[in-house]
């Protein structure tokens, strides 16, 4: 089947600018998460959602940041007032259970650049 | 906090030969750990998982070790093909109240040919 999707791959907004980044999810899998990447270096966590429960969001640098998911599926995670220091590659993973033992699959990822 | 780090930020070794990469965990309480392969441009791939109540475990051509005792876990890939080039992070489930993972800085496998 279809692994996870992230749209748009690509993103150049200007400072200020607010922006919503998408991600599909692998069909099924109940748990899904946000990641970071700067360039060069390991994975971020930002925000873990799972099933109907309230999400993790113990990751999120700040205010600024946000994510929804709907219906259990669908998630979009929105940045507010961009600024050139959100410029990374920010990345959806989804899990069958999240349960912090299972695979974690990620999709391609989101290029973003605050100009 | 809580980290997970690797040894060397870039490995080389000639095609064919085996690789090893290394990775060290700070948290004792850590039950789950993955390798991941990213190429450029691309998201994380998954290699192979081992779980604490293990301390080997053989996929295709991969071999995840577990060193409990001294928080240590390494990547073996046999017979390295330039294919293999790629990103190599390991991974764990750092604090059992959160989900996600906690992420190393990654090691660069350069196969030279």
């Known amino acids: 089947g279809a692994g996870v999707s992230q749209s748009p791959s690509n993103k150049v907004t200007e400072k200020g600018k607010d922006v919503e980044l998408r991600c599909d999810p692998i069909?099924?899998?109940?748990?899904l998460y946000w990641y970071r990447q700067s360039l060069g270096q390991g994975l971020e966590f930002l925000i873990y959602f799972q099933g109907n429960s309230a999400p993790d969001k113990s990751g999120l640098p700040s205010d600024r940041f946000s994510a929804e998911r709907t219906g259990g599926s669908v998630s979009t995670l929105t940045i507010q007032r961009t600024q050139q220091e959100d410029s990374a590659v920010y990345l959806c993973?989804?899990?069958?259970?999240?349960?912090?033992?299972?695979?974690?699959?990620f999709g391609p990822g989101t290029r973003l650049l605050v100009l | 906090g809580e980290s997970v780090g690797l040894h060397l930020p870039t490995l080389s070794v000639q095609e064919g030969d085996n690789s090893i990469i290394n990775c060290a965990y700070s948290n004792s309480a850590s039950d789950y750990f993955i390798w991941y392969k990213q190429e450029s441009g691309k998201g994380p791939q998954f290699i192979i998982d081992?779980?604490?109540?293990?301390d080997k475990r053989q996929g295709q051509r991969v071999t995840v070790l577990l060193n409990k005792t001294v928080k240590h876990l390494s990547l073996q890939i046999a017979a390295t093909q330039p294919g293999d080039s790629a990103v190599y992070f390991c991974?764990?489930?750092?604090?059992?109240?959160?989900?996600?993972?906690?992420f190393g800085s990654g090691t660069r496998l350069q196969v030279q040919p």
């Open positions: 991974a764990a489930n750092m604090d059992t109240g959160r989900r996600a993972l906690t």
């Open positions: 993973a989804s899990s069958a259970a999240g349960t912090g033992q299972e695979t974690q699959y």
């Open positions: 069909s099924g899998h109940t748990a």
């Open positions: 081992i779980r604490s109540n293990m």
